[in-house]
Nanobody, 121 residues
Framework: QVQLVESGGGLVQAGGFLRLSCVAS????????MGWYRQAPGKKRETVAV???????NYADSVKGRFTISRDNAKKTVYLQMNSLKPEDTADYYC???????????????WGQGTQVTVSS
């Protein structure tokens, strides 16, 4: 069983910063792409940032220049540094990872339980 556990969410004033972390645990042979997604109340879940196993990154236009995604493969952890936060960044943030449980397994996607980020104006 693969688990992803996020941490680092909270309440922050506009202009502030937060750093989210997500640790993968369980039986894991290999982790591929990892990413952060968010869902605001009444809205669809959207991609925030994605990072490949090789370190390539992609960001939503709304967070470019403010957010930075990174990963530590040895720790099976992905991070999201969020600077210059805006009220519109308020949402539940979810971690995602493509995982192969065994060497012969197919890739499967796993989600964390989410961590809430609230940015006050």
């Amino acid at each position: 069983q693969v688990q992803l556990v996020e941490s680092g969410g909270g309440l922050v004033q506009a202009g502030g910063f937060l750093r989210l972390s997500c640790v993968a645990s369980g039986i894991i042979f290999s982790i591929g792409a990892m990413g952060w997604y968010r869902q605001a109340p009444g809205k669809k879940r959207e991609t925030v940032a994605v990072i490949t196993s090789g370190g390539g990154t992609n960001y939503a236009d709304s967070v470019k220049g403010r957010f930075t995604i990174s990963r530590d493969n040895a720790k099976k952890t992905v991070y999201l540094q969020m600077n210059s936060l805006k009220p519109e960044d308020t949402a539940d943030y979810y971690c995602y990872a493509d995982v192969r449980v065994y060497s012969y397994s197919l890739w499967a996607g796993y989600w964390g339980q989410g961590t809430q980020v609230t940015v006050s104006s």
